[in-house]
């Protein structure tokens, strides 16, 4: 027959079966306690090597930023003369858009006055068929 191997153990279940087990208890309780340790150590070493990682990669965009930032405060002088140069071109625009728009406006207020000139019948020769005056 084969050797009887038995599974290994989680610190925990360690620490269980040496509280369980009188016997053999000071040694797996040991062996427990420094497993928990161990472990315990391991995931605070891994969680600070994580965050060490993230706080890079955030640095990293930082800088990527920062650099944006300086290229754009580089570029503000030119892009303001820019500016400055078209809004006189708007002003001009403007102006001439606006005095079109006033031409418009008028020519429509001359077109409906003939129109409405036109279209009002010329009044009667012959007098009213009803009285015009109320009775009281």
Known sequence: ???RTEPK?????????GLHY???GPVDITRGVVGISVHGAESAA???KRRAREARAVQHELTKEAEA?????????????EARKSQHRRR???FVFGFLGLAVVAG?????SIARRSATPEPSALPPSVDVA???
Do not use: D
């Open 1 to 3: 027959m084969g050797r």
């Open 9 to 17: 153990l989680t610190p925990r279940e360690r620490l269980n079966r």
């Open 22 to 24: 009188t016997a053999v």
């Open 46 to 48: 891994s969680t600070i």
């Open 69 to 81: 930032v300086k290229q754009v405060a580089a570029e503000l002088p030119q892009l303001l003369a």
């Open 92 to 94: 001009r625009r403007l």
């Open 108 to 112: 429509g207020a001359v077109a409906f």
């Open 134 to 136: 109320p009775k009281i």
